[in-house]
Nanobody, 116 residues
């Protein structure tokens, strides 16, 4: 059974930092894209960042320059370093792992709350 276990969420003041982690297990992963999405209260889930198997990264405009995504393939883990956090970054952050063709997995989500 595939599991994506997220950690690192919490409450932080505006301007602060958090680091999210997501560890994937339960099958052999290869050539996967790993990413993060978030959902604020009353809003749709939105893309935050992704990283390809080759290490190419892509960010939403709202987080570019403040967030950094990275991965450790030996651990099947993806990270999201979040700096200069703003109240509008508040939401539930979801890890996503997908192959180019046949599978797409989601984590259970971790809450990030940024106070002003």
């Amino acid at each position: 059974q595939v599991q994506l276990v997220e950690s690192g969420g919490g409450l932080v003041q505006a301007g602060g930092s958090l680091r999210l982690s997501c560890a994937a297990s339960g099958r052999t992963f290869s050539n996967i894209v790993m990413g993060w999405f978030r959902q604020a209260p009353g809003k749709e889930r939105e893309f935050v960042a992704r990283i390809s198997s080759g290490g190419n990264t892509y960010y939403s405009n709202s987080v570019k320059g403040r967030f950094t995504i990275s991965r450790d393939d030996a651990k099947n883990t993806v990270y999201l370093q979040m700096n200069s956090l703003k109240p509008e970054d508040t939401g539930v952050y979801y890890c996503n792992v997908r192959s180019p063709t046949d599978y797409n997995y989601w984590g259970q989500g971790t809450q990030v709350t940024v106070s002003s």
